[in-house]
């Protein structure tokens, strides 16, 4: 199904990022490192903590691949596909 990044969205898989953050649907990951693990596919090693555990201080490690306008993300437990929203 085509989206448009612009239209409400009630999806809990929905998320952005910008520079420091990923908002999620109801909460957010501060992003402590990003690193580049390769250039084809593109894949980056991102460390981030959660607004749903404060006390966390030191995050996650989540493995990021994009080809084209799939994402792939994993943290070695679980893996989800996203489309890109144009």
């Known amino acids: ?8 969205s009630d999806s809990d898989m929905r998320f952005t990022i910008s ?11 501060t992003l402590v490192s ?3 693990v390769a250039t ?5 090693r991102v460390v981030a903590t959660t ?11 989540t493995i990021y691949v994009l080809k084209m306008d799939t994402l792939a ?3 070695g437990e679980r893996a989800e596909v996203y489309i890109r929203c144009k």
């Not at 199904?1 to 409400?8: G, I, K, S, T």
């Not at 607004?51 to 490690?61: C, F, K, Q, R, T």
């Open 19 to 29: 520079e420091h953050v990923r908002g999620n649907y109801e909460d957010t990951d």
């Open 1 to 8: 199904m085509p989206c448009v990044a612009d239209e409400p």
């Open 73 to 75: 993300v994993t943290n």
């Open 40 to 44: 084809a596919p593109m894949t980056w």
């Open 34 to 36: 990003i690193e580049r």
């Open 51 to 61: 607004s749903l555990d404060p006390s966390d201080d030191v995050g996650e490690a």
